[in-house]
C-alpha cells in the first residue's frame, strides 16, 4: 500500500497532462472522443501485457490511463462483462452509465446556476 498511492498519483498526474494537451489540440469534443478512444485501446493492449504486473498495471492502466480517460475502465469493464457471457448486464451498464451520468451532469449544471 505504501508504494500504491504514489505511482497511481504520478500515473494520474502524467496522464491527466497528456489529455489536456491532447484535447487542446484538437478541441473540444472531437479530442475528447479521441482521448476516449486512445485510452480506450491502449488499457485493452496493457490488460494484456502487463497480466500479473502489478506495479504497472497501478502506474500505468490505473494511474496514466485513468488519469487520461475514466472511459477507458468502463470500456473494459463493459468488454470483460460481454466475454463472461453477461451481454444484458453490459448492456444495462453501458445504458445507466451513461444516462445517468447525463442527468448527473445536467443537474449539477441546475444545481450550480441556481446557487449564482
Not at 502524467?14 to 473540444?28: F, K, W
Not at 480517460?69 to 451481454?87: H, R
Amino acid at each position: 500500500m505504501s508504494q500504491t498511492l504514489p505511482l497511481i498519483a504520478l500515473g494520474g498526474a502524467i496522464g491527466s497532462m497528456l489529455r489536456y494537451l491532447m484535447v487542446a489540440a484538437i478541441g473540444a469534443p472531437w479530442g475528447t472522443a479521441a482521448v476516449n478512444v486512445l485510452g480506450s485501446f491502449t488499457i485493452g493492449v496493457l490488460f494484456i501485457l502487463l497480466d500479473s504486473r502489478i506495479a504497472w498495471q497501478l502506474f500505468l492502466m490505473t494511474g496514466v490511463i485513468g488519469g487520461f480517460t475514466t472511459f477507458s475502465a468502463f470500456s473494459l469493464d463493459t468488454l470483460k462483462l460481454i466475454q463472461q457471457g453477461q451481454s444484458l448486464q453490459a448492456a444495462a451498464y453501458v445504458l445507466a452509465s451513461v444516462a445517468l451520468s447525463l442527468i448527473a451532469v445536467a443537474l449539477g449544471v441546475a444545481l450550480a446556476r441556481g446557487l449564482q
